[in-house]
């Protein structure tokens, strides 16, 4: 069964270093049988031999710990404002369930997450368009709002407040010392007046319009206000750190760069990247928030190799990113991975965004088939990652409603928990889809500080782990790994 070796081998990278002829091995298993279905349920555990392995049978999965690779930062997903609108349409005791669902220690049933993410200023899964200072020519920033009252009244801080103590709780309790959720932000647009004006498209009065939802092309960040932009990050770091949010860690410098699908979106270039970040946001971030890090990129592994390429050629601009960022959409493109870790391997890849999207939530009741292909292929995409140097992995929203949403332009997607308060399908006010329980298989064991290790798999299948024909994110994909 996939997800039971899936399972299995996940929870073999730690326990393989000890020193005892043969360890045993407690496992856990989420698994389909037709429609019969385990969720992360605990298993017989079973004996792992430790040491040299002269006699071992030409069949194993051997697990080398002194070989190590990357170190993870952890898993989680995003507080976008669709996931606060919903966690506010929730009772009291469904707001502390899901925050118990996702941030409490894994022997406390929950996933514990300890990495996610959050939008600087709106993005799609917003009821409107905002920003915090949409006073056109506002070059120093005097009529920002530096209460973020938007995303307050949305419900994201108070959110975000509970999953930081829920994180901390878990620490004290369970004697982890110092453990924090970590946050990463990311702009989708900067206000329209920093932006070029778009010419020639729908609503240009001749002179070009500016908008949120739009992006002029090749770059979309007009270069007088490059300044500005970059103030904008550090008054807006400023102002969560005043609502007590102190789980921020970093900041990516665009969401999806090479995108303008008519939400809000923002077109850069590496080059406008790299020089924005060396001549501004670095120094910028530097002398106001030394702590935070820097990420590029922030989209689809297709291009990641040429946008690493192109962000540290900058070698200013190369001090002050952390690495780069990417997302599921485009499909597995692990040798883009390699080739991207290869310019520089002191530089971290961080998966940041991925879900199901193609309009609507699928549900165990629409078809357990299709409900449990949309998790597999969200756990194909993570252990692919992290077999090519991700340090970490963000799922999207952390809860949509059961039509995919709210999502101010329609672009609908799935997420690991959805919100029925209202009971439109008969059920639970939260419903728990397949991927939750895949992505405890990652998040509940792969702590943060852990690493990667040397595993050499000999066991042989009847049939290939993924065929041919099967689908990846709606497009035929070939899956064939690198030996």
């Not at 369930?97 to 406390?108: C, G, Q, T």
């Not at 938007?150 to 801080?157: A, F, H, N, P, T």
């Not at 990417?326 to 890849?349: C, F, M, R």
């Not at 629409?366 to 077999?387: F, M, P, Q, Y």
Request: one cysteine or more.
């Amino acid at each position: 069964n996939e997800s039971a070796r899936e399972s299995a081998l996940m929870l073999l990278v730690p326990i393989a270093s000890a020193s005892s002829a043969s360890v045993q091995v407690s496992w856990t298993q989420t698994a389909r049988l037709g429609e019969k279905v385990t969720l992360l349920e605990d298993q017989t555990p079973f004996v792992l031999s430790s040491g040299a392995c002269d006699g071992c049978p030409d069949r194993a999965i051997s697990v080398d710990s002194k070989q190590t690779f990357q170190t993870f930062e952890g898993f989680g997903g995003a507080f976008t404002q669709a996931s606060a609108v919903n966690w506010r349409k929730l009772n009291a005791t469904g707001q502390a369930e899901l925050i118990r669902a996702y941030f409490a220690d894994p022997a406390d049933g929950g996933l514990g997450y300890t990495l996610c993410r959050v939008p600087i200023n709106s993005c799609d899964f917003s009821p409107e368009s905002y920003t915090f200072d949409d006073v056109e020519g506002d070059v120093a920033l005097e009529h920002f709002d530096s209460t973020v009252q938007k995303d307050v009244d949305l419900g994201m801080i108070d959110m975000i407040l509970a999953a930081e103590a829920a994180v901390e709780a878990r620490g004290e309790s369970h004697g982890v010392r110092g453990l924090k959720l970590k946050l990463l932000a990311s702009p989708w647009s900067p206000p329209a007046w920093m932006k070029l004006p778009m010419k020639g498209v729908y609503g240009d009065p001749g002179e070009g319009i500016r908008t949120m939802t739009g992006s002029a092309k090749p770059f979309g960040l007009d270069p007088d206000y490059q300044a500005s932009w970059a103030n904008y990050f550090g008054k807006w770091l400023a102002a969560y750190k005043a609502r007590g949010v102190d789980s921020l860690w970093a900041v990516t410098v665009q969401n999806e760069p090479e995108a303008s699908p008519g939400w809000e979106s923002c077109l850069w270039t590496p080059e406008y990247m790299a020089k924005f970040v060396a001549e501004h946001l670095g120094p910028t971030l530097k002398a106001t928030h030394p702590e935070i890090k820097i990420f590029g990129f922030d989209h689809n592994k297709d291009h990641v190799a040429e946008w690493a390429d192109g962000l540290y050629k900058n070698k200013t601009a190369a001090d002050y990113f952390t690495g780069v960022a990417v997302h599921w959409y485009g499909g597995l493109n692990t040798e883009n991975l390699q080739k991207a870790h290869e310019v520089d391997p002191t530089k971290s890849i961080l998966g940041s965004e991925a879900c199901n999207c193609v309009g609507h939530v699928v549900l165990q009741q629409d078809g357990v088939s299709s409900w449990w292909t949309r998790a597999e292929r969200l756990s194909l995409d993570i252990l692919e990652d992290l077999k090519w140097w991700a340090v970490g992995w963000i799922d999207w929203n952390l809860l949509v409603d059961v039509n995919g949403g709210p999502n101010h332009l329609k672009n609908l997607c799935d997420a690991n928990m959805i919100q029925d308060a209202a009971g439109e399908k008969g059920g639970q006010p939260l419903i728990k889809q397949a991927s939750y329980y895949y992505m405890g298989h990652f998040s509940r064991y792969l702590v943060p500080g852990a690493k990667r290790v040397q595993v050499s798999n000999t066991v042989e299948v009847e049939i290939p782990q993924v065929a041919a024909g099967d689908i990846k994110n709606g497009a035929a994909l070939l899956f064939e790994p690198a030996t």
